[in-house]
C-alpha cells in the first residue's frame, strides 16, 4: 500500500488501516470471478495513487473509477508523474464507448461545467445539450450521480482532450 498523504500522517494512517483485514490484493490484468458468470477486471489506473485501480464489468457495461476519471474531470494527481497520469487516463478511454463511468466520489461538476463552457469545443452544440442535460438531472433533480459514459468522456471531458492541465495534490 502506498500512501498519498503528508509522512507526519503515516503513523495514523497505517494504525487505522491495521484494523481491516484483506482477503486478496488486486492490481493491473487481475480478474475477479464472483459465481459462475461475473468477472471484473481489474485496470491499474495509477495517477490519483501510484496502486490506484478500476474496475471494469463488460457484462454489466460500467467501469468504477475510483478517482482516477470523474464527469468532467479527473481526481487529483497525488503520486505519479503527469505523463503516468495522461497513460492511465487513455487506458480507460480505450473501454467500449458504451461503458458507463462510475467515480468513486463526488467531483466539483460545476467547476468542470464552468471549463466546458469556457473552452472553444469543436462539438460546442453537442456540449451545450450534454451540459444542458447534466444540468438539470444534477442540478434540479439533485442527482449526485451523474450518468456518463467512456463516449462523453472523450467527446466532453477536456482532460481526456489534453485541453486542461492535470494538477498535482499540494
Known amino acids: 500500500l502506498k500512501f498519498p498523504i503528508l509522512p507526519k500522517h503515516k503513523p495514523l494512517f497505517k494504525k487505522y488501516m491495521a484494523r481491516f483485514n484483506y482477503d486478496i490484493f488486486v492490481e493491473d490484468g487481475d480478474i475477479l470471478r464472483i459465481g459462475p458468470h461475473l468477472k471484473i477486471y481489474i485496470v ?14 463488460p457484462e454489466e457495461n460500467i467501469v468504477f473509477t475510483g478517482d482516477a476519471l470523474h ?13 503516468d ?22 467531483c466539483d461538476l460545476n467547476k468542470g461545467i464552468g471549463f466546458a463552457e469556457g473552452m472553444l469545443h ?7 445539450d450534454y451540459l444542458r442535460q447534466i444540468r438539470f438531472n444534477y442540478i434540479q ?30
Not at 491499474?44 to 464489468?57: E, F, L, N, R, S
Not at 449526485?144 to 492541465?165: A, H, P, S, V, Y
Open 71 to 83: 464527469p468532467m474531470g479527473v481526481g487529483r494527481q497525488c503520486e505519479s508523474p503527469r505523463k
Open 44 to 57: 491499474g489506473v495509477g495517477g490519483h495513487t501510484k496502486d490506484h485501480v478500476a474496475y471494469w464489468i
Open 141 to 170: 433533480h439533485n442527482q449526485t450521480l451523474i450518468k456518463t459514459t467512456i463516449r462523453d468522456e472523450k467527446m466532453f471531458n477536456g482532460f481526456l482532450q489534453g485541453r486542461w492541465t492535470i494538477r498535482s495534490a499540494g
Open 122 to 128: 469543436p462539438n460546442r452544440i453537442l456540449l451545450r
Open 85 to 106: 497520469v495522461w497513460k492511465y487516463l487513455l487506458k480507460l478511454t480505450s473501454l467500449p464507448h458504451h461503458t458507463q463511468v462510475l467515480p468513486g466520489s463526488a
